[in-house]
């Protein structure tokens, strides 16, 4: 079983490396945005390993759904029904 990360620095070489490597990442780290940001600008996907909090922040699930649409299913309710993120699924 590989090792988890807890250091910000290796988890940010990390994901940007492999978006993946977020399941490596401690719990801490899942809910640091610029961790979380930097992994799903390139794997939105990634946003069901997102704290909740990040799952709530428009910013993030922006990115996110702009990378992958379907990821909009991971994010907070509210942010589901949000009409900017549904208009821009549009474009």
């Known amino acids: 079983m590989a090792k988890t990360i807890t250091d910000k620095t290796e988890a940010l070489a990390a994901v940007k ?8 990442v ?3 780290l899942k809910a640091d945005k610029e961790v979380i940001m930097a ?3 390139n794997l939105g996907g990634i ?3 997102a ?3 990040l799952k709530a922040d428009k910013e993030v699930v922006m990115v996110a759904v702009k990378d992958l649409p379907f990821t909009l299913k ?3 309710d509210e942010l589901q029904n949000d009409p900017e993120i ?3 699924l549009d474009n």
């Open 47 to 49: 946003l069901v390993l």
């Open 74 to 76: 991971f994010a907070s």
């Open 26 to 28: 401690s719990d801490e």
């Open 39 to 41: 992994t799903v600008q």
């Open 17 to 24: 490396r492999e978006g993946r490597s977020l399941e490596r």
């Open 51 to 53: 704290s909740d909090e």
């Open 86 to 88: 549904l208009d821009g």
